[in-house]
């Protein structure tokens, strides 16, 4: 199956929300990007630090979805950026969301009651990969003495983030949100590991308007993935972009001068059929000159997508 036969694929699967895989050579390599949907994030709550929190995931990929008992909080209007919103008691919010094993969820409610629901529910079903509590030291230790009183799993117990968030030192609401997006942050991260050299590529992201386009079989374009790099880059391998016969682009590969000029030899190569690799070094004088901080190498594959 040719690159954009592999494309039309993975399109149609990223649709469906499901995962796939993008496998290519490139310089003697045999290359993987992978392409997983975005993880979900379930905000168990919907006051005053859900609204910042909701924004902020949902810029870092996360499908949010909200829950509240309440009509005035649990709306569209409030979360626009949310993917699903549920106005039901929690448990019952809860029992329609169906929480998985990649699920991250927060519980962020009003009180030591409703904290004590979502989590009784919770504790009884599938584990998510993270689950956080908001609430003092004080407070969410006694409410996990208690549930363990009640016959719940103390290892179950101790894998709640309690208080939520990392310990920034935040004290307003925003900063609240994002001491708990850095911690979700650092559990995503937590099994990745840097792949410099590696056959299995860093960016795994869906981008589905970008893929849409890569997969239109009636568009001449060039595709221009970076498939290594080496020290410090602005973008990882994996990243992409493509250029099609009206020079019109989209995606990125880092932007500025270095960028520009693999754009120049990628609109040369629409329609001739070929491929090659060309090597970006930002360690020059011209990214110095333009301020550029990073100063690896990025190697990009450079190759026509355009229907024979």
């Known amino acids: 199956?040719?690159?954009?036969?592999?494309?039309?694929?993975?399109?149609?699967?990223?649709?469906?929300?499901?995962?796939?895989?993008?496998?290519f050579e490139a310089e003697g390599r045999e290359l993987t990007r992978n392409f997983l949907p975005n993880e979900r994030l379930i905000l168990l709550g919907g006051g005053n630090i859900a609204q910042p929190l909701c924004r902020y995931a949902a810029d870092l990929g996360f499908e949010v979805t909200v829950a509240d008992d309440r009509p005035s909080f649990a709306n569209r209007p409030?979360?626009?950026?949310?993917?699903?919103?549920?106005?039901?008691?929690?448990?019952?919010?809860?029992e329609k969301i169906g929480i998985g094993e990649g699920d991250y969820v927060a519980v962020i409610t009003r009180g030591h009651r409703y904290d004590a629901d979502c989590l009784r529910e919770i504790l009884g079903g599938t584990m998510p990969k993270y689950l956080g509590m908001i609430g003092s030291k004080r407070r969410t230790t006694g409410l996990?003495?208690?549930?363990e009183s009640e016959g719940f799993d103390r290892a179950r117990l101790d894998a709640i983030h309690t208080p939520i968030g990392l310990d920034i030192g935040a004290l307003t609401v925003k900063e609240i949100a994002i001491s708990i997006v850095a911690e979700?942050?650092?559990?995503?991260?937590?099994?990745t590991r840097r792949r410099s050299h590696s056959s299995i590529l860093t960016s795994e992201d869906i981008d589905l308007p970008l893929l849409r386009y890569v997969a239109d079989e009636?568009?001449?374009k060039v595709l221009m993935m970076v498939c290594d790099t080496s020290g410090s880059t602005p973008v990882k391998s994996g990243a992409f972009m493509v250029i099609d016969s009206s020079t019109q682009y989209r995606g990125t590969i880092?932007?500025?001068c270095s960028e520009s000029a693999v754009l120049r030899q990628a609109y040369y190569l629409i329609g001739t059929g070929e491929s090659r690799c060309v090597t970006i070094?930002?360690?020059?004088d011209v990214a110095e000159k333009e301020g550029m901080v990073c100063?690896?190498?990025m190697t990009v594959m450079l190759a026509d997508l355009t229907k024979k």
């Not at 996990?144 to 549930?147: D, F």
């Not at 650092?186 to 099994?191: L, S």
């Not at 070094?281 to 020059?284: G, K, P, T, V």
Request: glycine share 10%.
């Open 144 to 147: 996990l003495n208690l549930l």
């Open 1 to 23: 199956m040719n690159l954009l036969e592999q494309f039309g694929e993975i399109r149609e699967r990223a649709e469906r929300g499901l995962p796939s895989a993008l496998r």
């Open 295 to 297: 100063g690896g190498e």
């Open 254 to 256: 880092g932007g500025g």
């Open 78 to 94: 409030r979360f626009p950026e949310a993917h699903a919103v549920y106005c039901d008691l929690f448990p019952a919010a809860i």
């Open 184 to 191: 979700l942050i650092a559990c995503r991260r937590a099994e």
């Open 218 to 220: 009636s568009i001449d």
């Open 281 to 284: 070094d930002m360690s020059n």
